[in-house]
């Protein structure tokens, strides 16, 4: 499901290293029938056809399609070309957790690493989080344990962070959410907009 912001991850260290002064990242899924009958098969999908992030009430996801493409530049190289700017990355945060594709392993903690290792490379502290796109499966174990994981982070923090989730509107497009989520999370901020 991060495949997309581990995508922008690599497009910046290439950046950064001096491999290449632009990159376009992209991603798409078409779900297919056969990933929906398996999905519906081990009781991920919602009952009712509607994703509910952290609510009493969550049973499951739906599958969504899309496709999204953010192009990455320097600053100045932006700036110069007159471009719309639309955000800035500061770093991110990834852990392997490589466990199971329908819970998360919530022994390892690696929602925590990851979070706090995206709050630790991006130089800023969890107070200086003004918003956070959950990943809001609507699953009840994996909503529980980032509920979990996002109440710990921000646990010291005296503004807590707004948190939301996306899927509600787009489905859970599976290895293209994370960027296509970013995509709109940019649009809206763009527009003063929280969905």
């Known amino acids: 499901c991060a495949s997309g912001l581990y995508a922008v991850e690599v497009a910046v260290n290439a950046m950064r290293s001096g491999q290449c002064s632009k990159m376009i990242v992209s991603a798409v899924d078409h779900?297919?029938?056969?990933?929906?009958?398996?999905?519906?098969?081990?009781?991920?999908?919602?009952?009712?056809g509607r994703i509910k992030p952290f609510a009493k009430d969550r049973d499951?996801?739906?599958?969504?399609?899309?496709?999204?493409?953010?192009?990455?530049?320097?600053?100045?190289?932006?700036?110069?070309?007159?471009?719309?700017?639309?955000?800035?990355?500061?770093?991110g945060g990834f852990v392997l957790e490589g466990w199971k594709v329908t819970l998360p392993d919530v022994a390892s903690y690696s929602y925590k690493k990851a979070l706090s290792k995206a709050i630790k490379n991006s130089a800023i502290k969890a107070s200086d989080v003004d918003l956070v796109v959950a990943h809001g499966v609507g699953t009840s174990i994996t909503d529980a344990y980032e509920a979990a994981t996002i109440e710990?982070?921000?646990?010291?923090?005296?503004?807590?962070?707004?948190?939301?989730?996306?899927?509600?509107?787009?489905?859970?497009?599976?290895?293209?959410?994370?960027?296509?989520?970013?995509a709109i999370t940019l649009l809206a901020a763009k527009e003063n907009f929280i969905p």
Request: net charge neutral.
């Open 31 to 48: 779900i297919s029938i056969f990933k929906q009958i398996w999905f519906n098969e081990v009781n991920m999908c919602a009952s009712d």
């Open 60 to 91: 499951g996801f739906i599958l969504g399609d899309g496709g999204v493409a953010v192009i990455l530049e320097f600053y100045e190289d932006a700036k110069k070309r007159g471009v719309p700017i639309y955000g800035e990355y500061l770093g």
């Open 152 to 182: 710990t982070i921000f646990k010291e923090v005296k503004k807590k962070p707004i948190v939301t989730a996306l899927k509600p509107y787009i489905g859970h497009t599976l290895g293209g959410t994370a960027l296509l989520e970013l």
